[in-house]
């Protein structure tokens, strides 16, 4: 899972827990939820960002402003399944794609900002190609803001 491998990168001194911001995280076991506690990893549930997106925006990008280098992972299913339906793990209350396009449109502005992807978006599950184009649209609109902001 997404927990492990970051666990793995902790536990191998290959990222300081401190470096690492999840956002849009649901339905998290116990267990994990008492791990990124313990390791003070900053992370967002998609109701703590439905309170109030801009405010939860501005404290990702002062706290990500502090990383040398920013990597950007999105998984595809802090989206609500009705627009990304194409994901093994469906949760219901999930960001609206206006959300998530305003909160990567926000971080995309990083000037540390070096890496980005999306993940858990599983064609086989997905219906009329919602998810993908979801996906290609954020990738699209990411690498257009990327390049834009750095040129």
């Not at 802090?78 to 609206?96: Q, R």
């Not at 070096?114 to 993908?132: A, G, R």
Request: net charge negative; hydrophobic share 45%.
């Amino acid at each position: 899972t997404n927990e492990d491998f970051v666990r793995n990168l902790i536990e191998n001194k290959i990222i300081p827990p401190e470096r690492i911001i999840f956002i849009g995280l649901r339905n998290i076991p116990d267990f994990e939820k008492k791990f990124l506690e313990e390791k003070k990893i900053l992370f967002f549930t998609p109701e703590k960002l439905f309170l109030n997106i801009q405010d939860i925006c501005d404290a990702i990008m002062e706290k990500a402003r502090s990383f040398e280098n920013l990597y950007i992972s999105f998984d595809i299913d802090a989206i609500d399944p009705v627009f990304a339906p194409g994901t093994a793990y469906k949760e219901v209350n999930g960001l609206l794609p206006q959300q998530a396009f305003y909160l990567l449109n926000r971080l995309s502005l990083l000037k540390n900002l070096k890496w980005f992807d999306i993940v858990e978006v599983n064609p086989s599950l997905d219906k009329d190609e919602l998810t993908i184009s979801l996906a290609a649209e954020i990738i699209k609109n990411e690498t257009l803001r990327w390049h834009s902001s750095r040129s």
